[in-house]
Structures are given as structure tokens and as C-alpha cells.
């Protein structure tokens, strides 16, 4: 996402007649560190403000809300449930920006698609992500629709993350699923072997997992969500758009990703996943992936 902004924005300054000046920040997943991240970007009284993912989005928030700083976020699955706007197609404040939001249910019916017998399914969350339970309770709503057992467990770290990971193995579900949900992505590389080796296919929200070795990713093309927000951008800092009457704006398609590894290890044939998604795309795993 941070390239495809930078891309978009490097490419329209010659068309445009203006030269963009970018600073990067890395909030680390810490909340003092991103705390200090924002308070640095007030003070520099920036043009604009780009935080990627709901964490940074709703620190920054927070921070530029007596200011007239336009933050444009990336990659929030939910704003409006979380707060950051009062409404998709009509922010109301200086906050607007693109979201990743996932269809679960598509998902789910992946799932069906691989094991029509599908029986129990685990549910793998940081309870403290907020951009994880909505997917989360519409997993659950799925589930129950369909007569399929949850088995649900939760982690905010590491350690916590790959002792839920142990459970759901013993627990012998068929298949695992996690939405877009950073705490688990970082630990992906310490968990999905303990899956492939235990038979389990783990059914994920976001491509980044499959790159850390979860069987597939299911969502939006990441560097276009990021060519979008870049054009959001020039849209505001240059043409003076509104963030407060900018809609949020949303990819359509759906991309799936597989990791053709693990695919092998599990013995799935991945094509049988074609028709379900706009794009399907092969990825082995990557392990020294950094987020």
C-alpha cells in the first residue's frame, strides 16, 4: 500500500505542476510509538496524512481532530463502525480515506467449495482488533446458518497466538479462518506450519497471510487499494476536495491469493477456487516477509 501511494503520487507531479515531499513513519504495532508518530505529524503541521490500517487510522484521528489536516486513510475494514466516519458517503469531518472491508461469506463458501463436508471451523482473532469482529460475527452468523460448529480462540500476541493455534489442532476443526487481522498476520510465520502438518487449510482475509503461509488470501488487490488512496489524496491536498463530503471508497473485485506450497502439502487443487474470485493469483511462501 505505502509504494503504490508513493508511485501514485510521484507519477502525477510532472501532470500536475506540483512536487509531493513524503515522510514516512513505521508505528511498529505500538501504541506509544504511533501516540508520538502523531503528535510529530501536528507539529509539522503537514499537508495531509495517510495512516495505513485502522490503528494508526483512529490515533490519528484523534490527534488532527482540532486541526485542519486532512488524514486519508488505507486499509480500514470498517470505519463507520469504528468510528472514524459518521457515514460512507459523507465523512463529516477531515477524515476519509479507502477501506478493504472483506466479504466473509464468500470466504466461507470457499471453504464448501474445498470440503462440501465441512463440519468445524475455527475461528483465529485478536479480540482487540477491532477490524476483526464484524467478519467475526458474520462468520458466526454463516456457521450457525449452516449447521457448522465454531470453535473460537483468540490471541493479542505471539505467545498467545501460536497456543490458540495448538488448541484449534487439537480441537481437529476442518479449516481456520481469520479476517483481516494484524496480530494474527505478524504471527502467521510461527503458526501455519503447525496447520499445514496438521491437515487444517487456514482461509484468510488478505494476501499478506498467504505470503506468511496460510493457504489463501481473500480480499482486495492491495497495490490498487493503494493507487486509490494516492488519488484520493491529490484529489484533496491538490484539488481541494472535502474530506468531509469525500466518500470512502472501496474495490469491488476479489482477489484471491494462494499459496501453491501449501496447497501442495494439503493436497487442494486451487483451481477448483476459479470461478469463485475475479483474479486468482499464486504465491509461495515468504519467510522473510516484513510487514
Do not use: W
Not at 460512507?88 to 461469506?105: F, L, M, R, W, Y
Amino acid at each position: 500500500i505505502e509504494d503504490a501511494i508513493e508511485a501514485e503520487l510521484k507519477a502525477k507531479e510532472a501532470e500536475l505542476g506540483v512536487t509531493f515531499e513524503i515522510k514516512k513513519y513505521n508505528g511498529q504495532a505500538d501504541s506509544a510509538v504511533l501516540n508520538q508518530i502523531a503528535a510529530d505529524v501536528v507539529a509539522e503541521d503537514v499537508d495531509a496524512v495517510v495512516p495505513i490500517a485502522t490503528p494508526a487510522a483512529v490515533l490519528l484521528q484523534a490527534a488532527t481532530e482540532d486541526t485542519d489536516i486532512p488524514v486519508i486513510f488505507s486499509a480500514v475494514s470498517n470505519p463507520v463502525e469504528d468510528g472514524l466516519v459518521a457515514d460512507a458517503e459523507k465523512p463529516g469531518s477531515n477524515v476519509t480515506g479507502t477501506s478493504d472491508g472483506i466479504d466473509t461469506e464468500a470466504i466461507f463458501e470457499l471453504m464448501l467449495v474445498q470440503n462440501p463436508e465441512l463440519k468445524k471451523v475455527g475461528l483465529l482473532y485478536d479480540k482487540g482488533q477491532s477490524s476483526s469482529l464484524v467478519s467475526i460475527a458474520d462468520a458466526k452468523a454463516f456457521c450457525q446458518a449452516k449447521g457448522i460448529e465454531v470453535v473460537e480462540k483468540t490471541g493479542t500476541n505471539a505467545s498467545e497466538v501460536q497456543t490458540a493455534a495448538d488448541v484449534l489442532v487439537a480441537e481437529k476443526v476442518d479449516a481456520v479462518f481469520t479476517p483481516q487481522d494484524n496480530t494474527i498476520m505478524q504471527a502467521e510465520l510461527a503458526i501455519y506450519e503447525k496447520f499445514a502438518d496438521a491437515g487444517i487449510p487456514h482461509y484468510t482475509g488478505a494476501d499478506s497471510f498467504a505470503l506468511n503461509g496460510a493457504l489463501l488470501g481473500y480480499g482486495v488487490n492491495y497495490v490498487n487499494l493503494g493507487t486509490l488512496t494516492g488519488e484520493m489524496v491529490i484529489d484533496i491536498v491538490v484539488n481541494g476536495a472535502d474530506p468531509a463530503v469525500t466518500p470512502i471508497r472501496k474495490l469491488e473485485e476479489g482477489i484471491l491469493t494462494v499459496n501453491t506450497d501449501i496447497a501442495k502439502q494439503l493436497n487442494i487443487d486451487y483451481n477448483i477456487f476459479a470461478d469463485y474470485c475475479d483474479e486468482l493469483k499464486e504465491i509461495q511462501t515468504g519467510t522473510d516477509f516484513n510487514e
